[in-house]
């Protein structure tokens, strides 16, 4: 059994394209083998904690594909013109045209201007 600490970066775009970084530490336990569930298990008040994590996995898989179909139905036209700027991106880079702040602006200011060219509903 080891003592886990890390830290959790979640990664956020805006509409503009500005990706904001938020981190934030995080602490839990990691159970190894059957030997260490018995051993954590072994303390009472440990049980509920390890029932709720049971639980609690779960729940997120059978919710996962739920929550994508979701996802997928009701994403707005910001995940598309992120991931085509994304991709564009991509592609100038191995190029080696790699792109600046004020090209990326450009290219999303376009994007926005012709969305329906791009195949893009807003």
Do not use: C
Request: glycine share 6%; proline share 3%; charged share 25%.
């Amino acid at each position: 059994m080891k003592q886990i600490t890390d830290e959790v970066t979640v990664k956020l775009t805006g509409l503009d394209g500005k990706e904001n970084a938020i981190v934030k530490p995080v602490q839990y336990v990691e159970l190894e083998t059957a030997e260490d569930v018995l051993n954590f298990m072994s303390t009472a008040e440990n049980i509920p904690l390890i029932l709720a994590a049971a639980n609690y996995g779960f729940n997120l898989k059978a919710r996962a594909k739920v929550t994508a179909a979701i996802k997928q139905e009701n994403q707005g036209p910001e995940v598309s013109v992120n991931r085509l700027l994304t991709q564009m991106e991509k592609n100038h880079e191995k190029n080696g045209k790699p792109w600046n702040e004020e090209i990326k602006a450009t290219k999303r200011a376009f994007i926005m201007a012709n969305l329906g060219e791009f195949g893009i509903e807003a």
